[in-house]
């Protein structure tokens, strides 16, 4: 696991244009993947908060192609919105640039603190998978016009999931830290699926899912709530902006929202697809694009749910077997666990599998 000092993150901090001096930084969030710091700082016209994020470089090696995919992004859903809650604002560093390296060779970006707003790792509610369906949603609708070839892949083949399932056995043949042997029920269950997960990008091959920008990482704690309303403010964590399917966005989010027990439940028992939840989401996310998807696109989206939950479980089994390179880990096992639970959902979506197709063919 990756650790960055205090006293590094300060010096960081201090490339940034801050309004003020800075009175304090603490470690913040629950994320896999970067180092994230709340800054406060003090000046003339009071408190200022920001984010501050050492970017993981071994998962986003391009930082350059990334911080101008957010760039653009952001710029673009700001020409019409007064409200500056409402879109991410990237601060500047010293020099003019908007990421910063440092000796050591990391790369640090600055975001404006969202203030009066709340940021949930699971929704409350019916209501709050509501909100963040329609934020992800008025993400893809304020979008749907964006010149979708200017974005960079900032992870080659993110969601190509035969790449992906392709990584696994490979993983599988060279066993690095001999865990294979533990894992046969999981790895017989993933080839058992082979078939099935060329479907979307054939569709696109095809011309029938068509090509958007899209997040890519749609969980309900990438989304800001306002504080005292409860509804939907922004979008956050853009590292993962690109091209991509609206129905892998959905997908995402069924994957991780509307699963009855946390990504890492060891209960499996406790593990199940909360249709009412299903419906929700689906309501607000279509809301939310208000007639931007393709009728066909509408009916994959229970196609998009069970993908990205075969290739979250894949990622996760993928890299138990390669020792727990990617995403940070708080026990041995902990990939494994996450790996179980996806593998569950998925079940829970084939038993329900005619119930969620009828259900989006009436938003038609």
Not at 13 to 27: D, H, Q, S, V, W
Not at 135 to 150: I, N, T
Not at 335 to 346: A, G, P
């Amino acid at each position: 696991m990756r650790t960055i000092s205090l006293v590094d993150s300060y010096a960081a901090a201090e490339r940034f244009k801050l309004p003020g001096i800075i009175t304090g930084m603490i470690p913040y969030g629950c994320g896999h993947i970067n180092d994230t710091f709340l800054v406060e700082t003090q000046g003339e016209n009071g408190r200022f908060r920001a984010i501050l994020q050492a970017v993981n470089t071994l998962v986003f090696p391009n930082t350059q192609g990334l911080i101008e995919n957010i760039d653009k992004v952001t710029s673009y859903l700001r020409r019409d919105e007064p409200d500056p809650r409402r879109v991410m604002v990237l601060i500047e560093e010293k020099d003019g640039s908007k990421w910063h390296r440092d000796a050591a060779g990391r790369c640090w970006r600055m975001y404006a603190f969202i203030e009066n707003s709340l940021c949930l790792q699971q929704p409350r509610n019916e209501e709050d998978f509501f909100q963040c369906a329609v934020a992800f949603g008025d993400f893809q609708r304020r979008l749907s016009d964006f010149p979708v070839k200017e974005l960079c892949e900032t992870i080659k083949d993110f969601h190509n999931t035969p790449k992906r399932y392709d990584n696994l056995c490979k993983a599988v043949e060279k066993d690095a830290v001999c865990r294979k042997a533990t894992v046969s029920a999981e790895i017989r269950f993933y080839q058992e699926r082979a078939s099935f997960y060329g479907l979307l990008l054939q569709k696109n091959r095809e011309g029938r899912l068509p090509l958007r920008v899209t997040h890519n990482d749609t969980k309900c704690n990438n989304v800001m709530l306002d504080e005292k309303t409860g509804k939907a403010l922004c979008v956050i964590d853009l590292d993962t902006v690109m091209p991509g399917f609206s129905v892998n966005d959905f997908g995402d989010a069924i994957r991780f929202g509307a699963n009855t027990a946390a990504e890492d439940e060891t209960d499996l028992s406790a593990v199940r697809l909360d249709i009412d939840l299903f419906r929700s989401y689906t309501a607000g996310y279509l809301q939310g694009c208000d007639g931007r998807l393709t009728k066909e696109e509408i009916m994959l989206l229970p196609e998009g749910a069970k993908m990205m939950t075969l290739e979250c479980g894949m990622r996760f089994l993928t890299d138990y077997l390669e020792g727990d390179r990617y995403f940070k880990t708080a026990y041995a096992e902990h990939n494994l666990v996450r790996c179980r639970t996806q593998i569950k959902l998925v079940q829970e979506m084939e038993a329900h599998w005619d119930e969620l197709k009828d259900m989006v063919a009436s938003f038609l």
